[in-house]
Each structure stands twice: as structure tokens, then as C-alpha cells.
């Protein structure tokens, strides 16, 4: 059996590499290079050479034929210009996903077939499992990686069955310090070697300057909305309304997510799903399901007045105080911001931090509010459209008027959380046990049943 592995130069991908060679397989190795343009990356510099380099000397330790392909065009067009696209309409791809769905699963695959390979093995963190089914045929699992701290299944929940049937992840049953242990004894020249970071293939950039390659930049406001804003608005009014009568757990319903640093355990730890903290789900109409999943939207209105200032009394023009919010800066783009977002806003004059809670592309305006507790921070139920929805184990798809429950993620090193599924004619809706902070059109909500992954979908709304 002849495999492939896609060797980018960094520890994980040699070891791959490393233990299927000592397991008696033939194996190649071949490095995809994806981007060209070093003017984006924050080092300025043409990283993919040192990875080549790297990955060139890895294969030769390891004796096994070294390959190179480059796949900079088939890369733009299926990842880079659909992130564009997205940014553009104001959602936030994850180009990872995109990268292994449309590029090493796809693009790289065949390329490795040529080359007469059977397998392509990468070096990610999840377990593939393979099952009967009971009419014969055989079903791909795709399961979480041993290392709790480094599971990347997310990154694969795109896959289908017929990729994952060429597949293999080699060190998934391993963690990262054996990983790291197996590559020193080796003396690997990658043993060392960072983990990459920023996007697939393309390294660490600054969003915005990268971005600005193709969308332009238009100068806009900052509006911070205040809370007075929410006991005002009648879909939020009415959202909470709907989740009260709907909560049946003991206490008082969370109405936003409580501020804890990212933490590291990514797997479910072999830990129950508990029940559902919701009752009566059965009875929501479609309309009330639109409802809760509809995004805010801020369309608060700022009146000017006249004033004279100074002793000379000159005329000046300013806002009048609105009980709603208020402007209290400029951008460069709503495009380049993100729901969620700190960092990069240039906003002072706040105790706490201040955070995007939404983006208006058309009015070219941010919204923000401040502090981890700002009720615009956190949401409950979000939509996936039927077309964006994917499931790996096609034969688990949910039915118009199922509901079950599973663990979700909306975003990659997001420990799992507990959620109940409504599938309809119109969509997927998803209603989280507790609130979720910065839930953001355009990532991948992906859902788990204890260990494997079941499937993923576009986040809508």
C-alpha cells in the first residue's frame, strides 16, 4: 500500500511520516506550496521556503522520496477568494476547514494519486475509525484526537465519506509531547520546529492589511450601544420572553455567557451529555425558532445640535445625547471586524474591555460594547440554511422534525458545548444549554455525539 503524506516541514506531519515508514508501508512525502505573496505576512518574508527546506531534509532523514507541487491557483480560488467573498458580505470564514475540504483532501489528493498512491496521511490530531453497516457498506468515523489539548478534529468536519476513505492521521492516538518525544529521538530536523500559525498555508498576516488586497477601505463609525438599549428593543424583548418559557432547569436563565479564559480541553473526556435544560421544544413553530435565531440589529439614530463654544462664541455642531448609545470613534471598514473581536478597535476611555457585537456592511458601521457581560456579546440559538449543512455520517442525518441533543463548537479551541437540534423544513436550529459569547455568521458550528464527529454547518445567523 503506497501512502502519501503531506509534509509541510512542521513536527507533526514528519512524524506521520516517521511511523508509517517504520510500520512497513511505502511511503512519500510531497509539500504543497499554496501562496506566493510575502507582502501579506507579518514577517514579510517567504515562509513556505524554510518549511520546504525543512520538510526537503525531513524526508531525506527518514529515506523516503521527496516531492513538490504547487497548488498557489486551485488555493485562490477555493480558499483565499471565497474568504474575500465572505468578508465582504460581512461573515468570517475559517479558511482551515476550507483549506482540508477543498485543498489536502481534494486538490493535494489528486495530485497524490498520480504519483500512485492509495492513502494521503497528514498530521492532525483525530482518530478515524472505519464500521459496517448493516446493509454491507462501510461507514468513515471520524473521532477526536487522544491529546485533549490538541484535538483538531474541527478542522475536519467538512470531510466527506469519500475523502475520509483515502485518509489516514497517523499520530491522532498520540499527544503532542509523544510527538515531540518521537521526532528528538529521531533526530528529526523538525523536532524543534514552532507550530505554524495564522492561515492555512498562507502564515500569520494582519487581517486588515490582507484583506485590503481586494476590498477597499471606507472610513465609518463606532457606535458603543448601551444597555437602556435591550429593555427597548422588542425582538430582544421577545427572544428572552420565548427562552424563559422554555427554561426548566432549576434557578434563574443565564442571560449571558460567563467570562472564563479559553480553556484548553477540547474533547469530551468520556463525560455524559446532561439533559436538556429546556422543555416543551417540540411545540416551537418555525416562525418562533426564526425568532430566536435572528441576529440583533442596532439602527440607533443620532440627532445633531448647535452649541457656541469658546469666548468668541463660535458655532459648533455635535450629537445629542442618545440614552441608546453613541458614536465614539471611526474605522477603516465594517468588513475587516469580526462578532467578538478586542483587539485592533483603537477605543479607549473604558474600565473593561470592549468588544464587536455586530457589524452593519451596508451602513458601514461597528457596534461595540463593553465589558465580557454586554448582553449584546452573547446569543443562544443560531441557524444553519439546509444547503450549508453537512454531515459526515450521512446515514445519521436528521429528518424535518427531529430534535436531538448533542455537543457543538462554534469555533476552533472552544471546549464543547451542550446543545439540543431542531432540524425543519427550514433549517437547522441550534438552542445552546447556556449562552454563547460572539456567535459569528460564516465559522462552522460542528456537532459531536460522545467522541465522533457527526457533522458541521455554515453558521447563517
Not at 124 to 145: F, W
Not at 286 to 296: F, G, N, Y
Not at 337 to 343: D, E, L, S
Not at 364 to 370: A, L, Q, V
Request: net charge neutral; hydrophobic share 35%.
Amino acid at each position: 500500500m503506497k501512502i502519501c503524506v503531506g509534509l509541510s516541514g512542521g513536527v507533526d506531519s514528519s512524524v506521520a511520516a516517521l511511523l508509517l515508514k517504520r510500520q512497513g508501508y511505502d511511503v512519500v512525502a510531497m509539500f504543497m506550496q499554496n501562496w506566493h505573496d510575502a507582502d501579506a505576512t507579518l514577517h514579510g518574508d517567504c515562509e513556505w521556503e524554510e518549511d520546504r527546506f525543512v520538510a526537503e531534509l525531513v524526508a531525506r532523514k527518514i529515506g523516503i522520496p521527496f516531492y513538490f507541487v504547487d497548488l498557489s491557483k486551485v488555493y485562490r480560488k477555493r480558499v483565499v477568494d471565497y474568504m474575500f467573498d465572505e468578508y465582504a458580505r460581512g461573515r468570517t470564514p475559517n479558511p482551515d476547514v476550507l483549506c482540508n475540504r477543498e485543498i489536502k483532501f481534494d486538490a493535494f489528493l489528486e495530485k497524490a494519486r498520480t504519483l500512485g498512491a492509495d492513502f494521503v496521511a497528514t498530521g492532525h490530531y483525530c482518530r478515524k475509525q472505519t464500521v459496517t453497516a448493516p446493509d454491507g457498506s462501510t461507514i468513515y468515523r471520524i473521532l477526536e484526537g487522544a491529546d485533549p489539548n490538541k484535538d483538531q478534529s474541527y478542522f475536519l468536519s467538512q470531510l466527506s465519506q469519500e475523502q475520509l476513505s483515502r485518509a489516514l492521521f497517523p499520530i491522532g492516538d498520540l499527544t503532542k509531547a509523544e510527538v515531540r518525544r518521537i521526532a528528538a529521538e529521531a533526530d528529526l530536523p523538525s523536532a524543534d520546529k514552532k507550530d505554524s500559525q495564522g492561515i492555512c498555508f498562507v502564515g500569520k498576516v494582519d487581517l486588515p492589511t490582507f484583506l485590503k488586497q481586494k476590498l477597499e477601505s471606507k472610513e465609518g463609525n463606532v457606535v458603543e450601544v448601551y444597555d437602556p438599549w435591550f429593555d427597548a428593543d422588542p425582538l430582544y424583548r421577545r427572544q428572552q420572553a420565548i427562552l424563559q418559557g422554555l427554561w426548566a432547569a432549576e434557578g434563574p436563565m443565564p442571560v449571558t455567557a460567563p467570562f472564563s479564559p479559553e480553556e484548553k480541553i477540547l474533547t469530551s473526556d468520556g463525560a455524559p451529555l446532561g439533559p436538556t435544560p429546556w422543555k416543551d421544544l417540540e411545540t416551537l413553530d418555525d416562525e418562533t425558532l426564526e425568532q430566536l435565531a435572528t441576529p440583533l440589529t442596532y439602527d440607533i439614530r443620532f440627532e445633531t445640535e448647535t452649541y457656541r463654544s469658546g469666548k468668541k462664541h463660535i458655532r459648533k455642531t455635535r450629537y445629542k445625547e442618545n440614552p441608546f448609545g453613541k458614536i465614539v470613534g471611526t474605522h477603516e471598514g465594517a468588513q475587516f471586524y469580526t462578532i467578538g473581536q478586542r483587539k485592533g478597535l483603537g477605543i479607549g476611555g473604558h474600565k473593561d474591555s470592549v468588544f464587536v457585537i455586530a457589524t452593519d456592511i451596508p451602513q458601514n458601521i461597528i457596534y461595540i460594547g463593553e465589558g465580557h457581560s454586554h448582553k449584546g456579546l452573547s446569543r443562544r440559538c443560531l441557524r444553519v440554511r439546509n444547503n450549508e449543512i453537512h454531515w459526515i455520517r450521512t446515514d445519521l442525518a436528521m429528518q424535518p422534525g427531529e430534535i436531538r441533543r448533542y455537543r457543538l463548537r462554534i469555533r476552533y479551541r472552544q471546549p464543547l458545548q451542550g446543545a439540543t437540534l431542531l432540524q425543519r423544513g427550514s433549517g437547522l436550529y441550534i438552542l445552546f444549554d447556556a449562552p454563547q459569547r460572539g456567535i459569528t455568521p460564516g465559522q462552522f458550528a460542528v456537532w459531536y455525539d460522545g467522541e465522533e464527529m457527526l457533522g458541521s454547518g455554515v453558521i447563517d445567523a
